[in-house]
């Protein structure tokens, strides 16, 4: 109900079934019902009043109901409240920490008597190391940057978060890829911002900004976020000159770069642009570990000045010790990638080999570098196979949460960034949900046409 309600395809004030009438179309009990009522409610989605019944909660600006703030994806729910028993094929994040982040983490301990005489600690900006030491970095990579350009945040979403904060009012247009990374989308929603959606190929993109205009762009071009490509040098150079013509603000997440299966990659689209014309979003969290929660932003000197203002009202500055030990890991960036893509790619062939093998009737590309596969389902609701392969103990997500457009609706994400244990087992109790969901017919449950109709 929380997608249906999320896409659209349950508008606001649309009355919903009563308890008893929905637990007899999903054959589950009253209570269930109830709770799940109760539980939307709570989220903003749902309005519930004894005698009158349930409906769908009004929405508060251009289409942005209540909820969306909430941060309702299922990608947060997996990332919030995993479930006991469930293994998760939902979320990205690489598995294993490489054996230079606690060395890294022991010599910025060493420093912090030397650090703590240098002043309270607050670096609203980013610690200035670390600020030079990715200033350099790109500057080596053909893209000339000072340190005055760079902010550093808590990790890429943030840096997105900072970025929405700054450029978006309610009501603005952002052009999205479609599908795109969930985490932009539920950011950009937060914001009240209309999301306009294009192709990922160069002649979508021209056509979408042909007809709108709208106040920032976001794309991930290399290793796309779920398909998996990567855009070649052209064609970003064809978006960027596109976007500058109509002075759209980029934004580019960087967050895969590094996770090729092959040696090479494009140059950034700052590469290809105007100073000032494309904000780069980087992070250690995929080619690190997740917990790193370092990540920054390259951009205009006078726009890091307005989101290090707003990053201050935040929290003064992310944490010291993170941002020293991450100026320790700076030299050996590229190595931990190369060996973090060479392991990604044996888990992308395993997955490839398994799904094949178990899932013979699923489609998908293999990809060149780094996470995940995105999978079409030969028939049926991804969202709803999605519920019941929770029943069979793995989540996966749907791809209506990465389609800013409703679409995607057969597409699964699966990534292959799990031990090869749990990749096994996940995919394994896949199948079987599989089996069980074909029995039930290739259309979505009963109860999803009842409150759709």
Avoid at 222 to 228: A, E, K, L
Avoid at 250 to 256: A, E, G, K, N
């Amino acid at each position: 109900m929380r997608r249906l309600i999320d896409s659209g395809q349950l508008p606001p004030r649309t009355a919903l079934p009563p308890d008893r009438v929905l637990a007899g179309l999903l054959a589950v009990g009253r209570s269930t019902v109830v709770a799940a009522y109760d539980h939307l409610r709570q989220e903003g989605k749902l309005e519930r009043h004894q005698g009158r019944g349930t409906w769908v909660a009004p929405a508060v600006l251009s289409g942005v109901r209540p909820a969306a703030l909430t941060g309702s994806n299922p990608l947060f729910v997996n990332y919030l409240e995993p479930i006991e028993g469930v293994l998760s094929l939902a979320c990205t994040a690489p598995a294993g920490v490489p054996p230079e982040l606690t060395g890294a983490y022991q010599r910025a301990v060493a420093r912090l008597p030397q650090v703590t005489g240098e002043g309270i600690g607050y670096h609203p900006l980013g610690h200035p190391e670390l600020r030079e030491g990715l200033a350099e970095r790109y500057t080596r990579r053909g893209v000339p940057t000072t340190p005055e350009q760079i902010l550093v945040t808590t990790g890429g979403q943030q840096a997105l978060s900072l970025i929405s904060q700054l450029f978006l009012a309610p009501g603005d247009e952002v052009l999205v890829q479609t599908p795109t990374y969930p985490g932009a989308l539920e950011l950009f929603r937060a914001a009240a911002a209309v999301l306009r959606t294009a192709p990922a190929g160069v002649d979508g993109w021209a056509a979408a900004l042909a007809g709108s205009r709208p106040r920032l762009a976001y794309l991930n071009p290399t290793h796309h976020n779920p398909t998996g490509h990567t855009l070649s040098a052209l064609a970003r150079r064809r978006i960027v000159e596109t976007a500058a013509a109509q002075g759209l603000p980029l934004i580019d997440d960087t967050v895969l770069n590094g996770l090729s299966f092959e040696d090479g990659e494009p140059p950034d689209l700052a590469a290809f642009a105007r100073p000032g014309a494309v904000l780069t979003v980087g992070s250690m969290t995929k080619t690190v570990w997740g917990g790193v929660r370092t990540g920054w932003i390259r951009a205009a000197e006078s726009d890091i000045g307005q989101l290090a203002r707003i990053k201050a009202l935040h929290d003064l500055g992310s944490p010291v010790l993170e941002q020293l030990a991450a100026v320790e890991l700076l030299p050996h960036l590229d190595d931990i990638a190369a060996r973090r893509g060479k392991e990604l790619r044996r888990r992308h062939d395993l997955t490839c080999s398994l799904l094949t093998g178990l899932l013979p009737d699923w489609e998908f590309e293999p990809v060149r570098g780094g996470q995940c596969l995105w999978v079409r389902l030969p028939a049926g609701d991804a969202s709803a196979f999605a519920q019941l392969a929770l029943r069979h103990g793995v989540s996966l997500l749907p791809g209506t949460a990465l389609d800013a457009g409703g679409g995607s609706t057969d597409r699964l994400r699966i990534p292959f960034t799990a031990p090869t244990a749990e990749l096994r087992e996940g995919l394994h109790r896949a199948a079987e949900a599989w089996t069980a969901y074909r029995r039930t017919g290739d259309t979505a449950p009963a109860a999803v046409h009842a409150l759709v109709v």
